[in-house]
């Protein structure tokens, strides 16, 4: 199996897919880099909660700026005794999520910003997409029990996923590997986990969107 096909992947995935659990699990499994999104506390999140329709437009763009600002610097920074860098998400989140939480003028606006933005990271050689339909999204979330996801509905779910993959098919020239895990657990099973692994490394990946079940 090819560890080392790729210098730098992302694993992505709705919420509640695995795509943290997943990540770590492979850059403790193969001596990779590890990126985790960082939660900083965001002074427009309670107003945003008070009143979404005047704060979503500066809460995203908050957010913009800081994970811009953490894969800057993390990206930046060389680690010769790491194989390669996996992270749980990349920036194309900002553009997914703002999708659902702007109206549309705001939308078009912050959609510039982000491109603008864009395409001054580094792009990952692989972009891992963890498909999980929303019903089991909601059992994964639950099971986590975090307060503020509780109002989390299986419609908000579905158009985060339609979000994600409209920004596969906008930029086609990434490689996309969607994997749908709906019939695995790869954090119970050790083989479930080793399946998922050997199709990340192990299969060519064409630009594009490819699918993979299990």
Request: proline share 5%.
């Amino acid at each position: 199996m090819e560890e080392i096909r790729y210098n730098y992947i992302v694993i992505e995935g709705n919420i509640g897919a695995g795509k943290t659990t997943l990540a770590s699990m492979i850059a403790r499994d193969c001596n990779a880099k590890l990126i985790l999104e960082r939660f900083a506390d965001n002074p427009f999140l309670p107003k945003f909660y008070n009143d979404p329709a005047r704060y979503s437009f500066p809460l995203e763009l908050s957010f913009l700026a800081d994970r811009y600002r953490q894969l800057k610097e993390e990206l930046m920074e060389q680690d010769l005794f790491r194989s390669f860098t996996v992270a749980d998400y990349y920036f194309m989140k900002s553009l997914v999520f703002s999708s659902k939480t702007l109206e549309q003028d705001e939308f078009s606006l912050y959609r510039q910003i982000f491109y603008i933005i864009y395409n001054q990271l580094p792009k990952p050689d692989l972009y891992v997409y963890l498909h999980v339909p929303p019903d089991r999204l909601l059992r994964n979330i639950a099971i986590r029990g975090r307060e503020y996801e509780k109002s989390i509905t299986s419609e908000y779910l579905a158009g985060i996923q339609e979000s994600y993959f409209n920004f596969f098919r906008q930029n086609p020239e990434n490689r996309y590997l969607v994997l749908d895990v709906s019939n695995l657990d790869f954090v119970a099973s050790h083989d479930h986990y080793l399946k998922v692994k050997e199709t990340i490394f192990g299969e060519t990946v064409t630009p594009g969107i490819n699918l993979r079940t299990f």
